[in-house]
């Protein structure tokens, strides 16, 4: 009875090896058990021992099939402490197939440096919060300093530098990048988000409009490259342009805007073009109507937020956690081998050819 009552704790444990043990130690000790028991006719005693035999055998084949199944990286041992003879449908893991690759992902940029410019808010500061979370250094670019500020402070101190820095200003963008190479020895993201939008047709569009548009919308992505790459070619780096569906394809009185973020994309293509040879990847995402500061305006316009759900398959306004995560991809080693993309993050806008629903 102490053999079996000591396999049966075996049985239950959560490591492999003491289970898997403890499990053919019991099916040992019934088999001396029903040896024993049929003789002397002691029947209820064989069933007992025959039902809790097949229940811990069937706990080990499902077990091992949710092994199987979830495939969990080295070092992660989320399937097998939720599967057990005790959990055996291991439902814990099953239900949410996503945590073991989340948990996994997020080491991704342990000891690696990232500059998010324009992350005092919005995307930027998604950006920087998801990044800090997977490991990162990083670097916090604004020219809103209160705000910026208030970024850091929830970010660890020794893995966070915030500066204050106006994109439009190639010198100060320039001193961005050295200051981060200094605090943390090298650069290996550089995420160019820093923007303003603007309205109006092309003569409506006051000159002075224009120009702020288009130097920090573009030339600040310009100055970002231009500045890091002599860092990202000695790490084999990456950059991650933030562009819009307003660069892929135009809006009604927008023009702006529009011209600045079509530049940000086939900017982003060029740099793909000189630099993917020599180990730097350029990519971009293109998100649609967002939620954040500069979009606030329009969101709080019933009118035009149902509009933009007629355009909107997935039928609700992106966070900007939506974006982070594409950006964490598109600069993982995950994406090693996307270069030239400018990957539309619009909840399916950009499927449609631009002819109203039917029916």
Not at 144 to 150: A, P, S, T, V
Not at 293 to 307: H, Y
Request: hydrophobic letters at 45%; aromatic letters at 6%.
């Amino acid at each position: 009875m102490a053999v079996t009552v000591l396999a049966s704790w075996m049985v239950a444990s959560k490591a492999r090896l003491r289970r898997e043990v403890g499990f053919w130690i019991f099916l040992l000790s019934n088999a001396l058990w029903v040896a024993w028991a049929i003789p002397e006719r002691a029947y209820a005693l064989v069933a007992l021992q025959l039902f809790l035999a097949i229940t811990n055998l069937r706990g080990i084949a499902k077990c091992r099939k949710e092994r199987l199944r979830s495939r969990p990286r080295r070092g992660d041992d989320s399937s097998e402490a939720n599967c057990s003879p005790m959990n055996p449908s291991g439902m814990a893991v099953a239900a949410l197939p996503h945590l073991n690759t989340m948990e996994a992902s997020m080491e991704r940029f342990t000891g690696k440096t990232v500059i998010v410019t324009g992350s005092a808010s919005g995307m930027g500061r998604g950006m920087a919060q998801r990044f800090s979370r997977e490991g990162a250094n990083v670097v916090l670019c604004d020219v809103h300093e209160d705000k910026l500020r208030e970024v850091a402070s929830t970010l660890p101190s020794d893995r966070t530098l915030a500066q204050v820095c106006d994109v439009s200003d190639f010198e100060a963008v320039a001193g961005l990048v050295a200051a981060a190479v200094k605090r943390f020895g090298a650069l290996d993201v550089m995420c160019n988000n820093a923007g303003i939008a603007s309205e109006g047709s092309v003569v409506e569009v006051p000159l002075d409009e224009w120009k702020k548009t288009i130097d920090t919308d573009l030339s600040g992505v310009f100055h970002g490259c231009r500045a890091a790459l002599p860092e990202l070619l000695k790490t084999q780096g990456c950059i991650v342009n933030t562009a819009s569906v307003s660069g892929l394809a135009a809006d009604w009185s927008m023009s702006a805007y529009n011209a600045a973020k079509g530049g940000v994309v086939n900017l982003t293509r060029a740099i793909a073009l000189d630099f993917g040879a020599r180990g730097v990847r350029a990519n971009a995402v293109c998100p649609s109507l967002t939620r954040t500061g500069m979009t606030q305006d329009m969101l709080d316009d019933p009118s035009l937020v149902a509009k933009f759900m007629e355009r909107m398959p997935l039928k609700r306004v992106a966070e900007p956690e939506d974006i982070a995560g594409v950006v964490a991809f598109l600069a993982s080693d995950d994406a090693r081998f996307v270069n030239g993309v400018n990957l539309p993050v619009d909840g399916g806008v950009m499927a449609s050819n631009g002819q109203p629903a039917q029916g």
